[in-house]
């Protein structure tokens, strides 16, 4: 307990703080900007130094400033540079202590008054390079230190100390030798923010790096003339010589116009491209043009466009690809086609079951059919006189064929499989040469071996020939290109691999007696479609479909030979692990996504049971995460979802396995959980780290809490649909029972969610079988007990439960679209009654009627002109409406709740306020809206006469109101005495069951004064 003398001292130091407190607020603001550090969000710590009472002020424990808590020791400082910016001078003065040195104190420690020596050794050491002068006598100088602070748990900080002299008001300020009455400064932890500056650099560097040493020329042009190219680009379009200073090569030609240096029949293309983009990211690509070089060539380039910036202005950014190659390939690929077409041998191309897909001019020629007849007959039935059998025909050899006519022809015939992009057989290519005497039939089969070859060199799939020993025997040029220097290996499995170990689609390690062509000279049989991985002479991961097909000789002497295509799949293999990938995971958080949590589950259930151990699935739902995006947009929320991810994955222990769900639910399955108190001490680790606050980048601090629902699994034995229904079960019943909190699941959730599934259903249908009633409850003047006004109360006549107050269903109906036809339905029924009541019942011609709105009804488009609707066809007036809200909508206050309460403002209707004082508002917040009626709550009423903060917080209200102008209404008065302290205190009308309970519509009586005994009825 203090004591009265520590009391004094203590006012004595808080009030030399209030007198300097303008001052300190200047000068900081002043530091603030001058470092630009406080306005980034960086932690700060403020100090007030007293020379005429050697006393020492902070804002708060310097200890806070790096995390720790106040008193927390093993701190130690060394100074790193002091500054040298001209209008900061440096320490002046006799030698300075070092770090750590004694600093008298006679304070609490608490952030206020004086060091205490151990609780403020930091701050201690922080300052004493800049008190220690000041106490020596050094003349009023301004100073700024720059330290590194390294703290008990070995992380370091570094910080800028900045002091300077303040005039305290009432005394003057001293120069010219004489100590200055104060010293204000501030303390900023600048680590943050130099790692922030560094990565950016290095961002900047790795994108200016990765444009300079691309392969593709890279420009800019803004307002039709050139700003920047890379290196490509200087060599590509303005130099003759690799050497020499690229950069400033292309600097010579900034300014250019981009006309120089493109062909003008394609500026108009280009122009019409770029005309498309409108916006900045927007891009064209495969637009084509033709660049002109520094020697007067042009080069046919494939671009992309893309709309940027450049200072600030718009701009274009061109990324152009030389595809001259890419097309004379295509022009090649053109001729070798009519060369076929025109070669004297008939070539045929057949599917995998024999039927012609291919027929050149000269199988006409020889056979006598088009290539219209033909297509798609089974080959055997077109040369061999009407046979179906086309395996008597895929025979190399000489036979005899058939002409249409019926005629007979000699043919030597060749036949090669097809290989698709896949490495899969897709037909075959037959190759018939008419014999008309030995000479010919020479010359056909040299012929078609060269024709062959020629087939064989132009294929894309590389293609290699083994011997029976397994030596290369031959190959085409792309079996060149993919294998490079591997192809001069002796073993047939190293023209593979190389050096390196092939490995399986999965990832199994492979002998060479385990490659496709190796097992086909040993079996005989094909192999399609094999998948290896190798390791090509660059060190990258190269993966191959091979297939290999035994090849026999033309003779039964002739040595069996296997021919090995294979085509490079990596980019394919690539791609279908970043599709398998984005099945499996969630594109923003990169965390899990439903589909790999349910197979994680079925794999641990498994395991559980095998070696009978628990488990538990913990479903976390944030509390009120769309306000987040509501209030700050989406980019802020998925910033939150980015950080809350990683917080999860860092609570988490080895073998959980965290996954996203939904928009903001997570599901955390937890192996080897020793017993139930375990899996909700994991969900309060969760629950912790979640409450934590969110610093986003606009420098908004926000905090989120999550409901978490528990299913305790034991010895696996479950379903993993029925566990994640537990855990969705448990937390949803977190969420209803007042959201931020830990629910497990049992029995008993199962069964009221049953029971919750049977009220949804047959609240669906209460409004067509006619089950809904509205009561009506009177609100009257507190003055003269006349009833001004009726509350519509909506009840439900369930056909088996009977009467249901609105709490046992209007939650169901605001979970789903029901609250929206609900709450039409009681405005409609409502808005009639008031208005037969105003024109046939005595005493209700002024009459108003108060309907609730829920806060889900405002997020209704059609709400507004529902209300207007339903006014214009009952008749009511709009200002006999008054629609009431809850306190806690103030709180949200989002554009759109705004929008629909202006909305209806703007109609006539009234609005009022219900249960007012049981919320986090503040009557600052009626300003903002357009309210009519204030309701106070019924707890506050209760205690009128008994309770005196009942007393003083009804009479603030009740004043405060009054100077709003609004209307104040007493809920709840159900007695006579609390009818006369409702009176006192200066309320305008009441409501309770002292003047009636609500009734239905036939019962109403507008005559009733007040009774003295309450009554009692389902709650309103």
Not at 195 to 224: I, M, T, W
Not at 590 to 609: A, K, Q, T
Not at 905 to 931: C, N, Q, Y
Request: hydrophobic share 40%; glycine share 8%.
């Amino acid at each position: 307990m203090a004591t009265a003398k520590e009391f004094e001292r203590r006012r004595t130091v808080f009030d030399r703080v209030e007198q300097t407190t303008s001052v300190l607020g200047d000068r900081t603001f002043e530091l603030s900007q001058d470092l630009d550090l406080m306005g980034a969000g960086l932690p700060t710590a403020i100090w007030i130094y007293d020379t005429a009472t050697d006393t020492l002020t902070w804002s708060s424990p310097i200890e806070e400033l790096f995390g720790f808590a106040a008193g927390t020791q093993g701190f130690a400082v060394h100074s790193v540079e002091s500054s040298t910016r001209p209008e900061l001078c440096p320490v002046a003065g006799p030698e300075l202590p070092a770090p750590g040195g004694h600093l008298a104190s006679n304070g609490n420690g608490n952030g206020k008054g004086k060091s205490n020596g151990h609780a403020d050794q930091i701050g201690t050491l922080l300052l004493e390079p800049v008190l220690a002068p000041l106490r020596a006598g050094v003349p009023p100088s301004t100073f700024e230190l720059h330290m590194v602070v390294h703290c008990p748990d070995g992380a370091h900080h570094n910080v800028v100390v900045r002091a300077s002299p303040t005039e305290v008001p009432g005394r003057a300020l001293t120069m010219a030798g004489a100590h200055s009455q104060a010293y204000s400064g501030v303390v900023i932890d600048i680590t943050a923010q130099q790692k922030f500056e560094r990565e950016l650099a290095e961002l900047v560097s790795r994108y200016r790096l990765l444009s300079e040493v691309s392969p593709d020329v890279v420009c800019v042009h803004q307002n039709g003339r050139l700003v920047y190219g890379n290196r490509a680009a200087a060599k590509l379009i303005f130099s003759d010589s690799t050497d020499g200073d690229y950069a400033q090569i292309v600097a010579d030609h900034y300014g250019r116009p981009v006309a120089d240096i493109v062909e003008a029949e394609d500026i108009p293309g280009m122009v019409e491209r770029l005309a498309q983009l409108t916006e900045n990211g927007q891009f064209f690509e495969h637009g084509e043009a033709r660049i002109k070089s520094f020697d007067g060539s042009s080069t046919v380039m494939e671009l992309t466009s893309i709309r940027t910036t450049w200072n600030g202005e718009p701009a274009f950014q061109v990324i152009a690809r030389d595809i001259s190659e890419r097309l004379a390939a295509e022009a090649a690929s053109r001729y070798r086609a009519s060369l076929i077409a025109h070669v004297s041998d008939a070539i045929i191309g057949i599917d995998t079951e024999g039927q012609i897909e291919s027929w050149n001019q000269a199988a006409q020629a020889i056979y006598g059919w088009t290539e219209s007849e033909v297509a798609g007959m089974s080959i055997g039935a077109v040369v061999t006189a009407n046979r179906t059998d086309s395996a008597a025909v895929l025979r190399r050899g000489q036979h005899t064929h058939h002409r249409k006519d019926g005629s007979s022809v000699e043919v030597q015939v060749s036949i090669d499989p097809l290989i698709d992009d896949n490495a899969q057989p897709s037909g075959w290519v037959v190759l018939c040469t008419e014999l008309t005497d030995a000479r010919q039939a020479e010359a056909g089969r040299r012929a078609a071996e060269e024709r062959y070859e020629a087939v064989v060199a132009s294929l894309s799939e590389g293609i290699i020939l083994f011997d029976e020993s397994g030596a290369l025997s031959a190959h085409n040029q792309a079996a060149a290109t993919i294998l490079g220097n591997r192809l001069t290996e002796r073993d047939g499995h190293r023209m593979f691999t190389g050096t390196s170990i092939a490995t399986s689609s999965d990832g199994q390690p492979l002998t060479p007696a385990m490659f496709p062509h190796i097992r086909t000279l040993e079996t005989g049989e094909s192999e399609d479609g094999v998948v290896i991985g190798v390791t090509d002479e660059h060190g990258r991961r190269q993966w191959l479909s091979m297939s290999s097909r035994l090849l026999s000789g033309a003779s039964q002497s002739d040595s069996p030979m296997v021919v090995c295509s294979f085509t490079d799949v990596t980019d394919r293999k690539a791609a279908e692990a970043q599709l398998h990938w984005l099945a499996y995971h969630d594109s923003l958080t990169g965390l899990g996504n439903r589909s790999f949590f349910n197979d994680e589950l079925e794999r641990n259930l498994m395991i559980s049971m095998q070696h009978e151990s628990n488990l538990a699935v913990l479903f976390i739902d944030l509390d009120r995460f769309k306000l987040v995006n509501d209030s700050f947009g989406h980019a802020s929320g998925d910033e939150l979802l980015l950080e809350l991810a990683r917080r999860f994955k860092t609570t988490s222990r080895k073998g959980d396995v965290v996954s996203r769900f939904s928009g903001d639910e997570f599901v955390v399955l937890c192996p080897n959980v020793r017993d139930l108190d375990h899996a909700v001490e994991l969900a309060s680790e969760y629950s912790k780290v979640t409450a934590a606050p969110f610093r986003l980048s606009t420098g908004r601090s926000v905090v989120v809490t999550c409901s978490v629902g528990v299913a305790y699994v034991v010895q696996g034995d479950q379903t993993a649909q029925d566990i994640l229904q537990q855990a969705d079960t448990a937390m949803f019943k977190a969420k209803n029972s007042g959201r931020s909190r830990i629910e497990v699941f049992d029995e008993s959730l199962r069964v009221n969610s049953v029971a919750r599934l049977e009220i949804y259903d047959d609240l669906r249908h209460s409004i067509e079988h006619d089950e809904l009633v509205v009561h009506y409850q009177p609100i009257a003047s507190v003055a003269n007990g006349k009833i001004v006004a009726l509350e519509a109360l909506v009840r439900w006549n369930h056909p088996t439960r009977g009467l249901l107050g609105p709490m046992e269903f209007i939650p169901f109906a605001e979970e789903t679209d029901l609250i929206f036809s609900l709450g039409r339905w009681v405005l409609r029924e409502a808005c009639f009654t008031m208005a037969r009541w105003r024109n046939e019942v005595p005493g209700a011609e002024e009459a108003y009627i108060t309907v609730n709105l829920s806060v889900h009804q405002l997020s209704d488009s059609s709400l507004l002109d529902s209300i207007a609707e339903t006014l214009a066809e009952s008749g009511l007036p709009a200002e006999a409406l008054v629609l009431e809200v809850t306190e806690s909508l103030l709180m949200s206050e989002t554009a759109e709740t705004v929008d629909a309460l202006s909305g209806i403002h703007a109609m006539g209707v009234g609005l009022a306020i219900d249960d007012f004082g049981t919320g986090e508002s503040s009557l600052a917040r009626l300003k903002r809206f357009p309210v009519k009626v204030l309701k106070i709550d019924k707890s506050f009423v209760d205690g009128l006469g008994i309770l005196e903060t009942d007393e003083a917080i009804v009479a603030a209200i009740v004043q405060l109101s009054k100077a709003l102008d609004l209307v104040v209404l007493a809920e709840g008065v159900e007695t006579p005495a609390q009818l006369a302290r409702v009176a006192a205190l200066g309320c305008d009308l009441y409501q309770g069951y002292l003047m009636s309970r609500p009734v239905t519509a036939d019962r109403v009586d507008f005559s009733k004064k007040a009774e003295t005994t309450p009554q009692t009825d389902l709650p309103a």
